[in-house]
Each structure stands twice: as structure tokens, then as C-alpha cells.
Nanobody
Framework: QVQLVESGGGFVQAGGSLRLSCAAS????????VGWFRQGPGREREFVAG????????VYSDSVKGRFTISRDNAAATAYLQLNSLKPEDTAVYYC??????????????WGQGTQVSVSS
């Protein structure tokens, strides 16, 4: 059983940056791929980025490609999502998940509670 806790969300103006963290405990974090998802107001949850257990093979949704960067530090049992050039449409609750990543498809087995990102125009 892996517990995940996100942090780093907040309010930022368009064009700004944030760095989200996802701290894992209670299991073997390094065995799992990590994914980030988000759910904006009135929207369904969508995949944002994912990375394999080794830190390689990162994949991104088209809406964030070139602006967001996913990374992980297995020694610290923590994953990160660097958000740059933020837009108002990036406003959402961001969730991290631990699971599997294959063929560009991520399946989450464990989920965090989310952290709010709000971008003003």
C-alpha cells in the first residue's frame, strides 16, 4: 500500500511557474510508474504526465507538452511536476498517482488527495 501526498499548489498569474511535489510512503515507490492528473472546474479528470519507475520514458498530454516537466527522485520517494508558462486553463486540482505506464497509457493503483492550482489571467 502506497500513500501519496501532493503539495506545492497555489495561486499564480498567467505566465508564472509552480513546482508540485508528490511524497510517497508506506510502500516501494520505486517499483511504480508515477502519473499526474488534473481535474478542472466542470471537467473530467485528465492525464497530464507520466514517467516510468526508472525516471525514463516520460509522456505528456498535448495540452502541457513543452511547458510541464515530470521527474522523480526514488531515493527521496518523491515525484515532481514542474509547471511553467501557466495559463488560466491550467487551473485545476492536480493529483499524483502510482501505478503502471505502458504504451503511453497510465493506470493508477494509488492516488493522492490533490493540490489546487489556480492561474489568474
Amino acid at each position: 500500500q502506497v500513500q501519496l501526498v501532493e503539495s506545492g499548489g497555489g495561486f499564480v498569474q498567467a505566465g508564472g511557474s509552480l513546482r508540485l511535489s508528490c511524497a510517497a510512503s508506506g510502500g516501494c515507490f520505486s517499483m511504480y510508474a508515477v502519473g499526474w492528473f488534473r481535474q478542472g472546474p466542470g471537467r473530467e479528470r485528465e492525464f497530464v504526465a507520466g514517467v516510468k519507475w526508472s525516471g525514463s520514458g516520460a509522456v505528456y498530454s498535448d495540452s502541457v507538452k513543452g511547458r510541464f516537466t515530470i521527474s522523480r527522485d526514488n531515493a527521496a520517494a518523491t515525484a515532481y511536476l514542474q509547471l511553467n508558462s501557466l495559463k488560466p486553463e491550467d487551473t485545476a486540482v492536480y493529483y499524483c498517482a502510482a501505478g503502471s505506464l505502458s504504451g503511453g497509457e497510465f493506470r493508477g493503483d494509488y492516488w493522492g488527495q490533490g493540490t489546487q492550482v489556480s492561474v489568474s489571467s
